[in-house]
């Protein structure tokens, strides 16, 4: 049974730092895109950050300069280090894999497997 396992969120102030962590489990993700998806409250979710397989990376505007997604392929994990946080950055944060390539890394369809999420609250 796949699993993806998100951890590192939490309460920090605005311009703190925090890195999310996401630990896939029942398969290899070697070949597969990986991703980091976020949902405030009353709005829908978004892209935030995805990276290849061959470790190309993307980003919504909006974080460009300010989050960097990893991947460790022996560990089978992703993460988000998220830099100068912005009270606008709260919301859950959940991390995506794809079963194999993708050519569109954005939309949430595109992924098959999801972590339950964690919370990431900064306040003003």
């Known amino acids: 049974q796949v699993q993806l396992v998100e951890s590192g969120g939490g309460l920090v102030q605005a311009g703190d730092s925090l890195r999310l962590s996401c630990a896939a489990s029942g398969r290899t993700f070697t070949s597969s895109a990986m991703g980091w998806f976020r949902q405030a409250p009353g709005k829908e979710r978004e892209f935030v950050a995805a990276i290849s397989w061959l470790s190309i990376t993307y980003y919504v505007d909006s974080v460009k300069g300010r989050f960097t997604i990893s991947r460790d392929n022996a560990k089978n994990t992703v993460y988000l280090q998220m830099n100068s946080l912005k009270p606008e950055d709260t919301a859950i944060y959940y991390c995506?894999?794809?079963?194999?390539?993708?050519?569109?890394?954005?939309?949430?369809?595109?992924?098959?497997?999801w972590g339950q999420g964690t919370q990431v609250t900064v306040s003003s």
């Open positions: 995506a894999a794809s079963r194999g390539p993708l050519r569109n890394y954005d939309p949430a369809l595109a992924y098959d497997y």
